[in-house]
Nanobody
Framework: QVQLVESGGGLVQAGGSLRLSCAAS????????MGWFRQASGNEREFVAA????????YYGDSVRGRFTISGDSAKNMVYLQMNNLKPEDTAVYYC?????????????????WGQGTQVTVSS
């Protein structure tokens, strides 16, 4: 298992930007693919973005494509989610997740390690 800790959430006005960070520890980070998910109050957990360390597979949810960017620094065991042009509907708790293997995944069931989440609130 990989231990994950998210940070960088907060309150921002619509149109603003935030960068979420995910610090990983425990196992060889490069053997995992990483993802970001979010869960708004009363809703199911939703896929946001995923990446493989090889760089050959990166995916985004339809609602964030073109506004959010996932990236990572394997030397620092860090994964980031740059969020631009934020909208009130982006308000949610954002979770970092890790799955074994070299291919990025978009399904929550395939992820075995999760962080505790960080709240992002976008005001209109």
């Amino acid at each position: 298992q990989v231990q994950l800790v998210e940070s960088g959430g907060g309150l921002v006005q619509a149109g603003g930007s935030l960068r979420l960070s995910c610090a990983a520890s425990g196992r060889t980070f490069s053997k995992y693919s990483m993802g970001w998910f979010r869960q708004a109050s009363g809703n199911e957990r939703e896929f946001v973005a995923a990446m493989s360390w090889s760089g050959d597979s990166t995916y985004y949810g339809d609602s964030v494509r073109g506004r959010f960017t996932i990236s990572g620094d394997s030397a620092k065991n860090m994964v980031y989610l740059q969020m631009n042009n934020l909208k009130p509907e982006d308000t949610a708790v954002y979770y970092c997740a890790a799955t074994q293997g070299t291919r990025a995944r978009i399904t929550t069931d395939l992820y075995g390690s999760w962080g505790q989440g960080t709240q992002v609130t976008v005001s209109s």
